[in-house]
């Protein structure tokens, strides 16, 4: 059974940082792709980073390159989301979502994923 439990998130003022972790299982890395995606209220949920170690590809929402360091640790089956300069704008509930990959790379379409945690809010303040 695939379980993903994120963690890390909460209250931050604009310009700060936090650091998401997603702790996996009944998954290994090299056959399954994971993203992060985000929910804000009264929007679609959306593709937020990925990561593909079968593709050897990373992948990055425009609204948050150069802001957003996705990662792995493979000896604690654990993805990150390292977020730095946070805005307002990035307030959302942050799930991560991982699906087994073949030949396709899933980037950061939340369609293509299958399984889901139940997300952490990400709350930036101005």
């Known amino acids: 059974e695939v379980q993903l439990v994120e963690s890390g998130g909460g209250l931050v003022q604009a310009g700060g940082s936090l650091r998401l972790s997603c702790a996996a299982s009944?998954?290994?890395?090299?056959?399954?792709?994971i993203g992060w995606f985000r929910e804000a209220p009264g929007k679609e949920r959306e593709g937020v980073s990925s990561?593909?170690?079968?593709?050897?590809?990373?992948y990055y929402a425009d609204s948050v390159k150069g802001r957003f360091t996705i990662s792995l640790d493979n000896a604690k089956n654990t993805v990150y989301l390292r977020m730095n300069n946070l805005k307002p704008e990035d307030t959302a509930v942050y799930y991560c979502?991982?699906?087994?990959?073949?030949?396709?790379?899933?980037?950061?379409?939340?369609?293509?994923?299958?399984?889901w945690g139940r997300g952490t809010q990400v709350t930036v303040s101005s």
């Open positions: 979502a991982a699906v087994y990959t073949i030949i396709a790379d899933p980037g950061i379409d939340p369609a293509r994923y299958e399984h």
């Open positions: 009944g998954i290994t890395f090299d056959r399954y792709a």
């Open positions: 990561l593909s170690r079968r593709h050897g590809s990373t």
